[in-house]
């Protein structure tokens, strides 16, 4: 017999006051401004699009890029946007859900916010602003628009949807590029709002899946509801104006710790600018970032040191609950399954001294060289969180015990070299971006798109951004 005691739903008639979180937010996105911009965001925002843009050049040959493009048809209206970088004209929602796709196949698009942020709000933009012949300016408005808003939705919740089984990328990423479209899209206040209500009802994806093709999907599938949320919106499509704070809505049933701060938390959207404090973490390897800090450590060990496989009895990696929990594949198969497996990353820096897009190969993963460094690798963890927006430990700790019995430890690292914190150069951003977009276009056309998205403020029209393949890139 079923008991009100044991309900599990908020009590509805209790009285309080919540938030008016849904119709500020909106008042936000619809007023901004490219000339209201700090510049850290303006900067923030454009390394997120220069680095997004090329991982996805790089990611757009991959499998799962295929099998979705595959199933898309050609547009053959003049509102479109392109496939990156083939340039085959389709609907602008499915450019947004192929580009996103592409964008984090890789696993090698930038990080903030416990998720990835530019791998969904880049590809809504480009193809939404493609399709409005939009600025450079108001896309990089859009950007932080989208990232504003991600970022004021996710302090109003004290837990960490990885611990619910939520991928923050899909889910709260639904609310961001739905915000971003509204703001190409010039929508006013209360269009936004329906535009960003419209997204919270289409926001999912599984930590369950990272590891798999799906993982990528996330992606391009949030990049897609941006689109059509905004869509809808502008044709006059409603949904609820308090989706967020209602006892039913978006932050109560995705809240993990149960306790959302609908009531007694702080709306300064706009006055705290979270982008500019926050930042994006560039990778500098293709694996959950979760990974990173102890590869900075493992290979400072093994240049120090030039340790080769035959001196290294165990390697001892001391991590986050959280990051383990993401980090699923102890013994990996596959280049995919690799890309989430902490053991695998500390092998591949020992057997290749890097851990680059060669070493996330099926091939290289399944050599007996790396199953042997893979079995070497221990790991321990701490239920301690650090501060800010990731859910990892206060530091990341790696230690080798060599053959002979002793032991050699890396400084425990907080910052990734490329975080917001350690920010990568100009001349290094660059170095990626041209690896990355080398992979399709020649050198100098690559290097070409880098110079125009250095200055894509100064850029009269998202149509004349070299996204894609020329004549002299066959």
């Not at 973490?281 to 340790?307: E, F």
Request: proline share 4%; aromatic share 6%.
């Amino acid at each position: 017999m079923w008991h009100s005691t044991c309900s599990v739903f908020p009590d509805l008639t209790k009285e309080a006051t919540m938030l008016d979180i849904t119709r500020q937010t909106a008042n936000f996105v619809a007023g901004l401004m490219p000339a209201d911009l700090p510049d850290r965001c303006r900067e923030a925002a454009r390394t997120g699009i220069i680095d997004c843009i090329g991982v996805m050049i790089a990611g757009a040959a991959e499998q799962p890029v295929r099998i979705v493009s595959a199933m898309l048809a050609a547009s053959t209206q003049n509102d479109g946007a392109p496939e990156i970088p083939s340039g085959r004209n389709l609907a602008a929602s499915d450019a947004a859900l192929v580009n996103g796709v592409a964008a984090h196949v890789l696993d090698y698009d930038d990080v903030a916010l416990a998720g990835h942020p530019s791998a969904v709000l880049v590809p809504a933009i480009l193809a939404e602003g493609w399709s409005l012949d939009s600025s450079g300016a108001d896309a990089v408005a859009a950007y932080v628009a989208g990232y504003e808003l991600w970022a004021q939705v996710a302090a109003l919740e004290p837990g960490h949807l990885h611990e619910r089984g939520f991928h923050p990328t899909a889910v709260m990423g639904a609310l961001a590029t739905a915000a971003a479209c509204a703001r190409l899209r010039g929508l006013d206040p209360e269009k936004t709002a329906h535009a960003i209500a419209i997204a919270a009802s289409l926001a999912s994806g599984l930590v369950a899946n990272f590891g798999t093709m799906t993982k990528s999907l996330h992606a391009g599938r949030t990049a897609q509801s941006g689109v059509l949320a905004a869509r809808l919106a502008d044709q006059g499509f409603t949904a609820s104006l308090d989706v967020l704070e209602h006892r039913t809505g978006f932050l109560r049933a995705h809240s993990p710790s149960g306790m959302p701060h609908i009531e007694d938390g702080t709306v300064d959207i706009g006055k705290n600018w979270r982008l500019a404090d926050l930042g994006i973490n560039v990778k500098r390897y293709p694996t959950c970032y979760a990974t990173h800090r102890s590869i900075d450590a493992m290979l400072g060990l093994v240049d120090t040191h030039r340790l080769k496989p035959e001196d290294v009895q165990e390697i001892r990696v001391h991590t986050g609950v959280m990051q383990k929990l993401m980090l699923r594949n102890s013994n990996p198969r596959t280049g995919l399954e690799a890309k989430f497996s902490m053991e695998f990353a500390m092998a591949a820096a020992l057997i290749a001294g890097r851990v680059g897009l060669s070493e996330l190969t099926d091939e290289f993963v399944s050599r007996p060289e790396v199953g042997a460094a893979v079995a070497k690798v221990r790991c321990t963890t701490t239920d301690e969180i650090m501060e800010g927006d990731q859910p990892f430990a206060p530091a990341d700790q790696v230690s080798i015990v060599l053959a002979s019995g002793k032991v050699i430890e890396h400084a425990p690292i907080v910052h990734a070299k490329g975080s917001w914190r350690k920010p990568l150069t100009r001349e290094e951003l660059q170095d990626k971006f041209l690896e990355c977009a080398t992979r399709v276009f020649s050198r100098t056309h690559a290097a070409a798109l880098f110079d125009q998205l250095w200055s894509l403020e100064q850029i009269g029209s998202i149509r004349d951004l070299r996204l894609t393949a020329d004549r002299t890139d066959a």
